[in-house]
């Protein structure tokens, strides 16, 4: 079973999860993983995980390479079918609904998105309604639509760049669209990809404040991100799971999982954390000298 920790700090996180009022049934989670457990030829890619992620929850998954992290997400995003246990989306279980209906209900965000052609912008975050990575022949975006777009992208600092063309953008410039395009259906869960790979320091600020914006505006929505690096979390992250062996070794309120202890036992090596206006650091511990 997955390990749950209790909260260890308030934490400067801008976006509280949305609290249910007295008398009224709490919400169906967006996502509910029940000890799930994914084998593929022969080796466990996943063992007996749980995770429930509600409305205004923001989480991040975090581990070394080959944890689980980018498995687990797929289960999420209705691409893969667990092995053991079960997977519902809003309250829907996979295996047992449309799951081309369930995907307009998630964002995927992947910065290795398949886009090749010299698309604007506009058009590329436009093909998030029609789910393809080409115009779709004889249709065309509503004025509310093209205007949403705009806005979007306004939201994640891409003002300007409606115009410019998919091949001249930077990598960053690049993730910041497939994020708008993400949002066009208004999907409920948005899930990220290791966002900032191959971004430089200015290209990850900018997306990690374009985030935190994001948040803020949406305050219903959810967001599961996964990374390697504790430098990569927005400061509006309010839970996160630590995975290693494809089991989860803890879960919970961010600063209740993100801890010196927590965080060098799921990576096997000595580090230090720290967070500062709401953003964390790790460095390793050096052994002290006699």
């Given amino acids: ?8 700090g308030t934490g400067p996180a801008r976006v509280p999860a949305p609290s249910t009022a007295p008398g009224r049934p709490a919400p169906v989670p967006v996502i509910h993983a029940d000890g799930v457990t994914l084998v593929r030829d022969g080796k466990v890619l996943l063992d007996s995980v749980s995770l ?4 205004g929850e923001h989480w991040a998954l975090l581990g070394a390479n080959g944890a689980g992290k980018s498995t687990l997400l797929s289960l999420l995003g209705a691409l893969t079918h667990p092995t053991r246990g079960s997977v519902q989306v809003l309250g829907e279980t996979l295996g047992r609904v449309d799951l081309r209906e369930l995907r307009t209900l998630l964002g995927h965000v992947d910065p ?14 436009l093909t998030g309604l029609t789910n393809s990575i080409e115009p779709v022949p004889r249709w065309s975006a509503t004025a509310e639509q093209r205007d949403r777009a705009g806005r979007l992208l306004d939201m994640l600092g891409m003002t300007g760049k409606e115009g410019a063309r998919w091949p001249s953008l930077s990598q960053g410039e690049r993730g ?15 899930l990220l990809d290791e966002p900032a790979t191959g971004l430089d320091l200015a290209a990850r600020e900018q997306l990690l ?7 803020q505006e949406h305050p219903e929505l959810a967001t599961v991100l996964v990374t390697h690096h504790l430098e990569e979390l927005p400061a509006s992250t309010t ?32 580090v230090r954390i720290e967070r500062t206006d709401g953003r964390w650091t790790a ?4 052994p002290t000298r006699g």
């Fill in 52 to 55: 429930t992620v509600r409305g």
């Fill in 209 to 215: 404040d374009s985030l935190d914006a994001l948040r």
């Fill in 176 to 190: 910041r669209t497939l994020i708008a395009r993400a949002l066009m259906p208004r999907p409920r869960l948005l």
């Fill in 283 to 286: 460095r390793a511990r050096r």
């Fill in 1 to 8: 079973m997955s390990a749950t920790v209790p909260t260890a």
């Fill in 112 to 125: 290795r998105h398949p886009l090749r052609s010299p698309l604007s912008v506009r058009e590329v975050v």
């Fill in 239 to 270: 839970h996160a799971m630590l995975l290693r062996g494809g089991r989860c070794v803890a879960s919970g309120p961010a600063d209740g999982v993100l801890t010196t202890d927590r965080v060098s036992d799921c990576f096997g090596h000595p």
